[in-house]
């Protein structure tokens, strides 16, 4: 057993399983509090229920979140010793600020969100959901600026007295054009998630109040009531989840081009382009091993726009990137420069490369086939989106069918799983490189924990996170099938009894 591997396993599905929670948590707080502010403009009980039936949705997710995302600070001193001693100045700074600025947000706020209905002035308790909802995105914020060094790692020099990276520019670390074009794409992302799951949720309920009937037909007031909320629900999802789609490929095309800047081995791994080509590729079958096409079918010249804004202009193939010599790969980007650390680095990464035999390229076939997942499947929720408006368009509903059901159950799924997808095509096309031209993987694992240990825990990982997901799903399904909660007029204008118990439940 390879301890690398199982310990480059093990921090794959966690952080995979981890960030099924994120785009939720980050998108759903926003639109609660959106649903909270249209209740205190419009004084109509509809927004509240919506405001405290998502809420519920959000906090649940939120717990979770917190629980699972834990795990992922032990592992950078666990599995990965070698990786937080040598860049731990660099790579510790936004992670630091994520816990002492974003998270104690979070958590200080979120609390005040869930005891202070009805203590709390409206406008007082409206701020609280906001800030919250402002310190998940400074969470985003300072994660992603983790992640964005490793892929273009500015700012920093190396030292070889102490043989580490040092952190020279904060700044340039927090404005990394890749964090800028990342950024932008995450949080696009996370709202076609949150836009998918409110939609589909309100879709479901509405097939089961109206049952087919046209909204003039129904004459009971309480189902005209529910009818009327849910198809509101409904159209805000939909709108949110298509316009947030939109806004994601946008994105997207900026992020192609800053990725084929830096990081050239990726967009070629992401299009299978082992000769250097113009070409954007629909379909290209090659061998297993990654080292040769075999069929494919191509558009001309689109993969040199969405690569450099030219069309037909072509980029470098994976055969030709690593076959040149190992300074003319990886840590020079396309323009031929470098970062100062990929710079200073230069000698001593080469002698780790030559003695290691390190293979300079992705694989192939994880990293192309991730990226169309994530692009087909992300296409696919704005396309449920505009359905849906199109089904409730001038008064109509669903009826209630249990195929319906379960496709409501993968609207917002499919994007969840496309957020995901999108993650493992990044940090998959970034090898063999953890700290991308500087670390390679091999070189950043603990060096005293064996190949035992790392497998025992994560099998005890994946256990934990089985049942943390029964708890979820049951949870959410739980609070789902509830439906509209009833809500009681609040009023805190008035003198609260301030020894009145604090106390809330799902």
Known sequence: MDAQLIARWQFGITTVYHFFFVPITISLSMLVAVLQTIW?????????????????LFLINFALGVVTGIVQEFQFGMNWSEYSRFVGDIFGAPLALEALIAFFMESTFVGLWIFGWGRLPKKVHLATIYLTAIATLLSAVFILAANSWMQNPVGATYNPQTHRAELTDFGAVLTNPVLKATLMHQLSACFVVGGALIAAVAFFHLSRVAHGRHTTAITDAGEVEETRTWRWATKFGAWVLIVAGVFTVISADYQGKVMTDVQPMKMASAEGAFDSTADFSLLTIGKLD??????????PGLLGYL??????????????????????????????????????????????VAASGIRLQPNIPVTYWTFRIMITLGMLAILAGLVMLVWIAKGRNPAHMKWLSLVLVLVPIAPLLANSFGWIFTEMGRQ???????????????AGVSAGSVLTSLIIYTLVYGVLAVVEVGLLWKQIHKGLPDVEPIDTDHHQDEDAPLSFAY
């Open 40 to 56: 205190l403009k419009t004084k109509n009980d509809r927004y509240l229920r919506l405001t405290k039936f998502y809420g519920n």
């Open 432 to 446: 063999p490189w953890i700290v991308a031209g500087v670390l390679p993987s091999t070189e950043g694992v603990s």
């Open 290 to 299: 990654g080292s040769q096409e075999i069929f494919a079918i191509k558009v």
């Open 307 to 352: 690569g450099t804004g030219k069309w037909g202009e072509p980029i470098k193939g994976i055969n030709e990137l690593k076959d040149v010599d190992l300074n003319e790969y990886s840590y020079h980007r396309r323009d031929g420069s470098q970062t100062s650390l990929q710079s200073s680095y230069q000698q001593v990464l080469q002698r780790h």
